[in-house]
């Protein structure tokens, strides 16, 4: 069954339903149910087994009745394999609803439609069955219940949904999957009433060149008499091109209407243009029946050991897996949502999207046509497979449904290893369109797709005969896949003749609200915990690295001087859009000691004439730089989207207080340790150590010190030579150990010199030499040197302060994001903060996470129980460490040493849940360093009493 999204009369409850005429020629819609969550509409409901089980009561529909209290949670691949098992909950839902028809709809068509049903259902109308038992749980089905209907009076539908289904592949395909099960009428349902002799389906084919073909079918022969007639309406309502029309063949439910329209403007995922498909059916010059459709013009195709091409232009399909979820809601959705979901993945610069692992609400494909995103349209099956007999059955209500989006250029059989192959070519049959069918994780018709490869894999697999398109990639576990090594894979992909594309895992975590446990948030342990986004949509660290890395627009400089001419390279990886679409956004910045950003120029253009796929040169009239600390460059769609912004830093050093005079300087040495007095305040140094003990002033104190240490960590599974070793326990390569080796104090001195204080601590070891100056009305300066030879995932010089007594910090650097090796993308240069937080990833969702790595930074400064601590740097590339970042509680990614406040010189890249973290990419690899390494810091001191 087609349904038509335009041309139906949409009404609420029979109380709201007044003049419909028999001889309407709309198809009219009564919802039974609400549209989503919003509106659901209370039903009578009896759950037969877990909570609120045993007792009449009632339920809102649509709903997962998991979410309303009811029945037993049920997460899929803790069951995978077992077509039964005793812990699988297999409880009933028993729905009761009365409704009315009105008399005028007495002699039309009417049709009992579910939009989605988990997972077999029975439907009784007055008493009689409406249909035959439906299996699956994702597809849209309906019965012609016109003779069951009591006009004018009450009727009484009951529906029998097991969660379980009595056929063992439909579990083995929907719910011994890696994803939450639920039961109940989870989508709207509705009467739809048509005329008695109707337009059942309609199924569109427009291509590139204007070659348009419809097949219309009438569900039941029709006389000689009858015809279907047919215009194309563009977004003003005009028509466009000839009116068609065409009788029906005697004997027949099916016309086929032809023709070719000039100078249509084009579908794309960058030009997301529709028109209107008006279908009539007429009996002589009678209207009996009018059915409306939105249709695209675009021509998909693969070309064999090339590429796939749209409209006959090359194009990469850059996405991401999506389920259908919100945690209150579980798989019922609003329409809202599900043009936020859209929004948000348009939001990452992606242009495809693939539906995981069943299709979705009808509301998601139209907002994928509208707002433009390619979609992989999926037929249910993890790892498990339809039998043919539902299979077929169930391909069929899927392109049926969904065969006129033009969104949709592939349909998914199954995914890894879910698939049956004899349902391959039941796909065709309902699709003129003819559209690829696809085996994620198999290579089927000239389509590699193997899920979860590393580089070097990778690499391999771009060296076959076939086009290479993962359809998962980066496992994103704990905000750790995706973005770690999404430049590398991307840069080999993009560049290379026998790639598709990729499409990572997954959109947002899956993170159930239990109803049984308080209302926290589920995610299974680690199954559901794979999102770009949290679980309520969450943006983390790896949304905006993803934004950055498949940004459309690409500006190439990589460092900018105080000279610099305002003409910037730019790389038009758009493949429809010329640049001069875009416009760019600058400001120029400085940075003040109270930490205030300053605006001192700032303009807007539109972009150069550069064509798809092109590169060329942005010139901007930038004033003179001589006064600048930094530039912000921002490009901007033709839909006035921000696509990403850029940052340079022109400062060799950015201070971070204003300069305030002091008391003298002053040095007192006692056995254990020297003191510097610095007016009011007091620096404690250790005779034995030569580090910073402590600040104080009066009876306060700041416990600000143990440092600088030299700190060095090591990947748990690497031999002595730094490789990696084999045969080790399972999951050492997640601890990071502790190599820092000793440094042992050899001369510890402490004078003044020309009124300052300089403490001046040398070391046999890593650390070589300290230097501290101290000076009235100055920022204390910290000169350090160490020298390392070996391999490490982590090293520098780190200060340690109680973590419990940090309340925020606020820093000018680039964030607010934290950064790994081989996430380096999706940052700015800007002051930030934030208050302290140290979040479970998995459970808790706080971004931006408080604690981590911040790449090129110029100070921050820590407000603390006890007072402000504020660091800054001469070393604007290196990187500010901010204690040890925390991860989930299986520490499945990482686990390492506390580092403290930290200046680093190598930052740990990161792994994901399928990849070990050498294996994804170039800049995931663990640094071999030798030599001297030479840094300065600058320190002052706020104490509470101050």
Known sequence: MQLHKIAIVITGLLLTITGFAQDAVETERMYLSGHGPEDAVNWEFFCTAGRKSDEWTTIPVPSCW??????????????????????????????????????????????????????????????????????????????????????????????????????????????????????????????????????????????????????????????????????????AGNQIGVPLEQSIPAGSDKTVLSTQVQGVDLWTAETPNLYTVEIELYEGDNLLHRVEDLVGFRTFEIREQDGFYLNGRRILLKGVNRHSFRPETGRTLSKAQNYEDVRLIKEMNMNTVRMSHYPPNPEFLDACDELGLYVLDELGGWHGKYDTGVGIKLVKELVVRDVNHPSIIFWDNGNEGGWNTDLDDEFGKWDPQGRPVIHPQQDLNGVETMHYRSYGETQEYLRGKDIFFPTEILHGLYDGGHGGGLHDYWELMRNHPLCGGALLWVYADEGVVRTDQGGRIDNDGNHGADGLLGPHLEKEGSFYTVKEIWSPVVVTNEKLERNFDG???????????????????????????????????????????????????????????????????????????????????????????????????????????????????????????????????????????????????????????????????????????????????????????????????????????????????????????????????????????????????????????????????????????????????????????????????????????????????????????????????????????NSGISVLDVIPAVRNKVNTTDLVGPSSKPQDVSGKQQGTLYLSFDLENE
């Open 66 to 235: 998991e979410q309303e209290g009811f029945g037993t949670y049920n997460y899929g691949v803790n069951f995978y394999g077992k077509p039964t098992d005793p812990g699988i909950p297999t409880e009933q839902g028993l729905y009761k609803y009365e409704f009315e028809v009105p008399e005028s709809w007495r002699g039309r068509s009417l049709r009992l439609v579910f939009e989605g049903v988990m997972t077999d259902t029975r439907v009784l109308v007055n008493g009689q069955k409406a249909g035959s038992l439906h299996q699956g749980g994702f597809y849209t089905f309906g019965f012609e219940i016109s003779n069951l209907i009591r006009f004018g009076e009450k009727n009484l539908l009951e529906v029998t949904v097991s969660k379980e289904s009595e056929n063992t592949s439909v579990n083995l395909a929907e719910r011994r999957a890696d994803y939450w099960n639920f039961g109940g009428i989870f989508r709207p349902v509705y009467l739809e009433s048509r005329p008695a002799q109707y337009i059942d389906r309609v199924a569109l084919d427009a291509r590139a060149d204007g070659r348009f073909l419809a097949e219309v079918y009438t569900g039941f022969a029709l006389g000689a008499n009858h015809k279907i007639r047919s215009r194309i309406l563009d977004p």
């Open 567 to 897: 003409n910037f390279s730019v790389e038009n990886r758009y493949d429809f859009t010329n640049l001069n679409a875009c416009t760019f956004a600058w400001e120029v910045l400085d940075f003040s000691a109270n930490g205030v950003r300053n605006v001192l120029k700032k303009g807007q253009q539109a972009g150069p004439d550069v064509a798809p796929q092109q590169s060329g040169i942005l010139e901007l009239p930038l004033p003179d730089l001589a006064d600048a600390d930094a530039i912000r460059l921002t490009a901007i769609g033709k839909n006035g989207e921000s696509l990403w912004t850029w940052s340079w830093n022109l400062a060799d050093r950015i201070e971070m207080v204003e300069k305030k005079s002091t008391e003298s300087v002053n040095i007192v040495t006692e056995p254990s340790q020297t003191i510097v007095q610095l007016g009011s305040q007091a620096l404690h140094f250790s005779n034995s150590s030569g580090e910073l003990l402590k600040v104080s002033q009066g009876e306060s104190e700041l416990s600000f010190g143990q440092g600088p240490r030299f700190v060095a960590f090591r990947r748990g599974d690497r031999s002595l030579d730094g490789w990696v070793a084999e045969n080790l326990p399972k999951g050492v390569d997640r601890i990071y150990k502790d190599v820092s080796e000793t440094s042992k104090l050899i001369d510890f001195q402490a004078k003044l010199e020309g009124g300052k204080a300089v403490i001046t601590a040398e070391y046999f070891g890593p650390l070589r030499k300290v230097r501290w100056e101290i000076a009235s009305g100055k920022e204390i300066r910290v000169d350090y040197e160490y020298a390392y030879q070996g391999v490490v995932e982590l090293m520098g010089i780190k200060f340690d302060y109680p973590e419990a007594k940090v309340q925020s910090k606020k820093w000018l650097g680039e964030g607010p994001y934290r950064v790994w090796q081989n996430r380096l993308h999706g940052t700015s240069l800007d002051i930030w903060e934030n208050d302290y937080n140290d979040p479970i990833p998995g459970e808790s969702f706080v971004y931006p996470e408080f604690k981590g790595y911040f790449g090129n930074w110029h100070w921050m400064e820590l407000t603390t129980a006890e007072g402000k601590i504020r660091i800054g740097t001469e070393n604007y590339d290196n990187y500010l460490g901010v204690y040890a970042p925390r991860d989930g509680r299986d520490a499945l990614l990482y686990t390492f040493p």
